[in-house]
């Protein structure tokens, strides 16, 4: 198992919350950019878009309808009635035909608008108002109209830029195809209205309603209640209310109208009824008088109190009549009997005065005779005058008996008739009492429901005259004073989270698919076993170490790397031959000439005797740091020409006393790998090492030419550059690959333009300001956390 490098700890692979934190922070002013533009972004979009408000209104639905009508004793309910059912009211009131008198009778079909610069507002009450040029003529649908006030006029236009001017402010007539009449609703518009513009938005009543239906929201308020809540969401306030109050009013109406049609249909119910009604009772009426007529019927009760009474008259009469057939049947044989001169009974009971004042008579003669035979004697003239007269008198009152006999018999008979025919009738009563008590009974069930009906019909007259509301309204239209949206702190809150967020999410997608080297830790995390020794920060202008007085950050960072060079050239044997450093990378850009410019400066600050070779023949770039003439003769002239002697091709350069010499790349080679390994390269590096304490050589990238390759055996050290957010971490590979096979001698990695935030953490950092007391550019951060310490 490898040996884990020095700079990476136990806890390398955890997640440093610090340091991840600081990735953002350091990133600080996007977040503050975005979140900015986002606020006004924001204040726009509030400050531009139509505020919603939200109208409420809620009502009741009372529980009063018409209870139909019920017969006496509530046998049965010719109109039913049920109980409220508000999912049932709440589709009548989103119902087509409620919503589209809705529509009709505040004209929503037709919306008006006041042009602004950049947004529109919708009125309720507009200068001016439309409306159709007769009852014939419809308005027209889904179109728009642009309405200018002028001050003497209108000028209206359409959408296909045909244009009206209207010569005053109240047509009264159409003119030219322009589908409708504008009028103004106030008595004379003001000098601010003059030069506005009004847009008229035309649409169908059909796609109106059908619009609204799909705003209005009906709620009912808590589960048992018979509350329902109405509501809609608009720009205008006062057309929001007008719509709900509208609503209400139209369904009330609704509801007032079906109980009228309730009570006016009872009422032509009744008046059917009615005819039918009067038809069976004056057909019952003249059965009964039919009936009492053939029955001889006045009123049971008193005939039947009569005919009792007729019989008993009768039966009297008939016992009567037999009494005084009897007497005058006893009278008669007393008449008929052998003594003619005999008293006759008087007082025997017979009813004839006549015959009685007869037998008064007769029985005075009788005795007066008697009276004058006792002192006349029998044959006295006056006694027989006397005789003659009770002949007569016995003659006559036997005559008047067979007469009252005769009338007697007569008298008889017919009451004995009588008697007959009042037994008849009694017999008969109760069957007729029977008959007539159906007929009577049927005439009191239609006379009642008569009644009944004529009861109903004047409770329905009286309530389709007064209709008692269906609903209660517990609350008109009112609209909430806290917009609906847009709503300003929740706008406000999503823009700052916006704000925040995206450039989080940008910068978090950057991090995790990042494939470049940032830090040593990028090292670690790739199993970098090889070890780091320097980093160097990002300097904009890639300014050179200047010499002994050079107390910048990127001095100092090149002495912390020239001391991690010696630490790394003490492991080799100790020699007295000067060392050979080469710098190389993997590919161009990484900063390798910048990196070995400045670690020769590093040297030479320090009074060694420092050689800078340019072995790079692909792409040399010391010329350009130095500004030195490219076609200069160098390293390639020499090892190309035996001639040639190598303090003509040296540069001195001096660093404030020190001495610096440079050997240029010299002219590009067609050969460069050949040109190295001539052995000239080698002799050169064996010479040089007898006259310079260190020779520092920029070599060629590794992975796009062998050359570095070909001379890697003759370097005592090499450090192998990488570019922090340059050098791809697929390519730590190959160059492990390299160290790892000694192909490269004694190498290490050194990490060069670190930006400030990639030396946030680490165990120095070269703004930290010490040794030295020269002015430091603080952050704003750094100041404030000062200035929070000192309070």
Request: proline share 3%; charged share 25%; glycine share 4%.
């Amino acid at each position: 198992m490898a040996k884990k490098p020095f700079y990476l700890s136990d806890d390398d692979n955890a997640l440093n919350i610090k340091e991840e934190l600081g990735k953002y922070l350091y990133n600080w002013h996007w977040f503050a950019i975005t979140a900015i533009a986002s606020l006004i972004v924001a204040y726009f979009y509030l400050k531009y878009t139509p505020t919603a408000y939200q109208t409420s209104g809620k009502i009741k639905i009372l529980d009063e309808s018409s209870k139909g009508m019920e017969l006496p004793g509530d046998i049965t309910t010719l109109f039913n009635n049920s109980k409220v059912n508000l999912e049932n009211e709440i589709e009548i009131i989103k119902s087509h035909n409620l919503l589209q008198k809705v529509v009709t009778e505040l004209n929503l079909n037709v919306r008006y608008f006041e042009e602004g610069n950049i947004k529109s507002g919708e009125l309720w009450v507009a200068p001016f108002m439309v409306k159709a040029i007769d009852s014939l003529t419809k308005l027209p649908e889904n179109e728009i109209f642009t309405v200018e006030i002028l001050p003497n006029g209108y000028s209206i236009s359409d959408v296909h830029e045909k244009k009206w001017t209207i010569g005053s402010h109240t047509m009264e007539t159409a003119i030219s195809d322009l589908p409708f009449l504008i009028q103004s609703t106030a008595p004379e518009l003001s000098e601010r209205d003059f030069g506005k513009l009004f847009s008229i938005r035309f649409q169908s009543v059909k796609s109106t309603t059908i619009a609204l239906s799909s705003s209005l929201n009906i709620a009912q308020v808590g589960k048992s209640s018979e509350i329902l809540s109405l509501s809609v969401v608009g720009e205008n306030k006062s057309r929001s209310e007008a719509i709900i109050n509208e609503i209400i009013h139209q369904f009330n109406l609704d509801g007032i109208f079906d109980r009228q049609l309730v009570s006016q249909r009872t009422i032509d119910f009744v008046d059917k009824r009615f005819v039918t009604l009067t038809k069976e009772l004056d057909s019952i009426e003249d059965g009964k008088k039919d009936y009492k007529q053939y029955n001889s019927l006045s009123h049971i009760k008193l005939d039947t109190e009569y005919t009792i009474v007729r019989k008993a008259n009768t039966s009297d009469e008939v016992l009567r009549l037999q009494t005084q057939l009897q007497i005058a049947s006893l009278l008669k044989d007393v008449l008929n009997g052998e003594d003619k001169h005999s008293l006759l009974p008087a007082n025997i009971g017979l009813e004839n005065v006549g015959i009685n004042g007869l037998i008064t008579d007769y029985n005075v003669v009788i005795l007066q005779m008697d009276k004058l035979k006792e002192s006349a004697g029998s044959n006295n003239p006056v006694t027989l005058n006397m005789d003659r007269k009770l002949s007569d008198l016995r003659t006559n009152i036997s005559k008047s008996v067979s007469a009252f006999e005769r009338q007697s018999e007569t008298a008889l008979k017919n009451a004995s008739v009588v008697n007959r025919n009042t037994k008849g009738l009694f017999s008969g009563i109760p069957e007729k009492e029977k008959i007539l008590r159906a007929i009577e009974r049927q005439q009191n069930i239609k006379e009642s429901l008569y009644l009944l009906l004529l009861q109903k019909r004047e409770e329905a007259s009286i309530n389709l005259a007064v209709t008692a509301p269906s609903i209660k309204v517990v609350d008109y239209a009112f609209t909430h004073l806290t917009p609906l949206y847009p709503k300003p702190k929740n706008i406000y809150s999503i823009a700052l989270i916006l704000g925040l967020l995206l450039p989080f999410l940008f910068f978090y997608i950057y991090f995790m698919t990042d494939s470049r080297i940032h830090t040593k830790k990028d090292l670690g995390a790739n199993n970098v076993s090889t070890s780091i020794i320097g980093e160097i920060p990002f300097i904009a202008n890639n300014r050179l170490f200047s010499g002994h007085n050079d107390r910048s950050i990127l001095s100092e960072a090149f002495r912390v790397l020239r001391t991690n060079t010696e630490h790394v050239l003490k492991t080799e044997e100790e020699s007295s031959l000067g060392k050979v450093i080469y710098v190389t990378s993997t590919i161009k850009g990484e900063g390798k000439t910048f990196t070995a410019l400045n670690l020769a400066c590093a040297y030479a600050a320090l009074d060694k005797k420092t050689l800078l070779i340019g072995a790079d023949f692909r792409n040399p770039q010391v010329h350009t740091y130095l500004n030195i003439d490219k076609k200069k003769k160098g390293l390639s002239n020499y090892l190309n020409d035996t001639n040639l002697t190598l303090s003509k091709l040296l540069i001195h350069f001096d660093l404030q006393g020190s001495t610096l010499d440079v050997m240029l790349s010299g002219n590009i080679p067609p050969t460069p790998a050949e040109l190295l390994s001539n052995g000239r390269f080698e002799k050169l590096l064996h010479d040089l090492k007898n006259e310079y304490d260190y020779i520092i050589v920029d070599t060629a990238p590794t992975i796009l030419v062998t050359d570095t390759l070909l001379i890697a055996p003759f370097a005592d050290a090499t450090i192998y550059v990488l570019r922090s957010g340059f050098s791809e971490k697929k390519l730590l590979a190959f160059s492990e690959e390299l160290i790892s096979s000694n192909k490269l001698v004694n190498a290490s990695y050194m990490i060069n333009g670190l930006t400030k935030n990639k030396l946030y953490g680490y165990s120095y950092n070269y703004g930290y300001n010490y040794g030295y007391h020269q002015d430091v550019k603080k952050t704003w951060l750094q100041r404030l956390f000062k200035k929070n310490k000192r309070t």
